[in-house]
């Protein structure tokens, strides 16, 4: 069975400043789907980003880019610039070609002023 | 807006009540996906259906059972509450294809047990 943890139950980071958010998986699968959902107060689940394990390349979107190692397993998101409004839950998520979607247990982002 | 829609909101009942939450996906989306969201806790899977089907199933319990309409809409039938059932309780689809991956949630039904 797939498998998704998030070793850091809790981050914080400066305003503006660079944060890492790590994340790894477990799966005998070749082919598959990571992503990161960001959860704010409000509760409701947004995409942040997401990446398709049989591309190399790692995925970019604005400010959030993810460091995808598929030999290592590993998923971890960088925040840069971080903003007030990126203070969130951040999940890890992991799916395979079955649709079959884990999350990891959450990693607690607060950005300081 | 992810155009999931979850009904109602929020939902306060007593212990050994049943309540049914409903769901309706995206334009287009064939599979919808239910999940549970215990205080602070990560997303558990649920129940899939895919265009009226169950499709998979996760960690439901038996007091609880779903289904897909043939409008594609889902509820969710929760019975026997107890108060370990106070959760988010969380829909989303996709078209279901295999290999999609991606799926959209709605805002949640937050349910109280009292």
């Known amino acids: 069975a797939q498998t998704v943890t998030q070793s850091q139950p809790e981050m914080s980071v400066q305003e503006a400043e660079t944060v890492t958010l790590s994340c790894t998986y477990d799966t005998s699968e070749n082919n598959y789907y990571l992503f990161w959902y960001k959860q704010p107060p409000s509760r409701q689940m947004i995409l942040v980003i997401r990446?398709?394990?049989?591309?190399?390349q790692n995925a970019t979107e604005n400010r959030f880019s993810v460091n995808f190692q598929k030999a290592a397993k590993s998923f971890s998101l960088k925040i840069s610039d971080s903003q007030l409004g990126d203070t969130a839950m951040y999940f890890c998520a992991f799916a395979d070609n079955n649709n079959d979607m884990r999350f990891g247990a959450g990693t607690r982002l607060t950005v300081k002023p | 807006d992810s155009g999931v829609t979850q009904t109602p909101k929020h939902l306060i009942t007593a212990t050994g009540q049943r309540v049914t939450l409903r769901c309706s996906p995206r334009?287009?989306?064939?599979?919808v996906y239910w999940y549970q969201q215990s205080l602070d806790q990560g997303l558990q899977f649920l129940i899939q259906y895919y265009n009226g089907e169950e499709r998979a199933k996760g960690n439901i319990l038996e007091r609880f059972s779903a289904q897909q309409f043939p409008d594609l809409h889902s509820e969710l039938n929760l019975s026997s509450l107890e108060l370990g059932d106070s959760a988010l309780y969380f829909c989303a689809s996709n078209q279901g294809d295999l290999g999609i991956g991606e799926q959209f949630f709605g805002p949640g039904t937050r349910l109280t047990v009292l």
């Open positions: 334009s287009g989306d064939l599979s």
């Open positions: 990446q398709e394990a049989y591309k190399q």
